[in-house]
């Protein structure tokens, strides 16, 4: 028997009320627009050589697929105010740290958390994440990287974010 122990994605209410807003379009009218395409596009014959009738149920499965990424994160979330402003580094805050020697700006947490920006994002439970949470300006940590390799890491700073 096994448990899934991993720890709940952090989100701001902001980010998770634009998600649950995109879960109840995709749910409500955008399965419908989709059903109707379908139907629309059944309707114009043979299957076989119907390309928006494969366009539109490829478009279903993305979006059936998105719904239960978005249900399970919405259920399992941690919602709550962005951390304190404190220099601690944990989800939702913005690091600026020195990694292998080149300095880098990210988001430690979820994806879903910066929403449309292009910030690169770290998740807490990735290596670097995981060796860096509880870190202040001037701490240090190595971090074993995918290909077996140490890389040391020096936090900057760390500051919540906003998006």
């Not at 649950?20 to 014959?45: C, F, M, N």
């Not at 299957?47 to 993305?62: D, F, P, S, V």
């Not at 978005?70 to 105010?81: F, I």
Request: proline content about 4%; overall charge negative.
């Amino acid at each position: 028997m096994s448990t899934n122990s991993a720890p709940a994605a952090w989100l701001t209410q902001e980010s998770y009320d634009r998600l649950k807003a995109e879960l109840d379009h995709l749910s409500g009218p955008g399965r419908t627009e989709i059903v109707a395409r379908i139907e629309q596009a059944r309707s114009e014959g043979d299957l076989k050589e119907n390309g928006g009738y494969h366009a539109a149920k490829e478009e279903q499965g993305k979006a059936e697929a998105r719904i239960r990424q978005l249900t399970h994160l919405l259920r399992t979330a941690h919602v709550g105010e962005a951390p304190a402003d404190d220099g601690v580094v944990e989800p939702g805050m913005l690091v600026e740290a020195r990694i292998a020697g080149d300095i880098e700006t990210f988001l430690l947490g979820s994806r879903e958390i910066a929403g449309d920006s292009n910030i690169d994002v770290y998740s807490e439970k990735s290596p670097l994440g995981a060796a860096i949470q509880g870190m202040k300006a001037g701490d240090t940590a190595t971090y074993k990287a995918p290909n077996g390799k140490d890389i040391a890491v020096e936090i900057i700073s760390a500051k919540p974010y906003t998006s």
